[in-house]
């Protein structure tokens, strides 16, 4: 899946990325060949959800793993 960062939150260590069935959160766990810290808003990656998680959900909603550069 593909999305783009919407919002960061770098003092928690996580952010969402708005993609087409609305947004979805991510860990900086999450992040692959890229750093967090490098992330930009507006900035494309790529994701898969997390299908463990009930169906690719967390308390804040739909959960991303594996977010890497686009």
């Known amino acids: ?3 783009v960062i919407k919002k960061i939150v ?3 260590g996580f952010g969402f990325i708005s993609a087409e069935q ?3 959160f991510f860990h900086v ?3 692959q060949d890229l750093r967090f810290d490098d992330l930009q808003v507006g900035q494309t ?3 898969d959800l997390d299908e ?3 169906e690719g ?3 804040r909603g739909p ?3 594996s977010v890497r550069s686009a």
Do not use: I, K, L, W
């Open 1 to 3: 899946m593909q999305g």
């Open 10 to 12: 770098s003092d928690r």
């Open 22 to 24: 609305g947004d979805v």
């Open 29 to 31: 766990s999450s992040c």
């Open 45 to 47: 990656v790529e994701y």
């Open 52 to 54: 463990q998680n009930g």
């Open 57 to 59: 959900r967390s308390d």
């Open 63 to 65: 959960r991303a793993t």
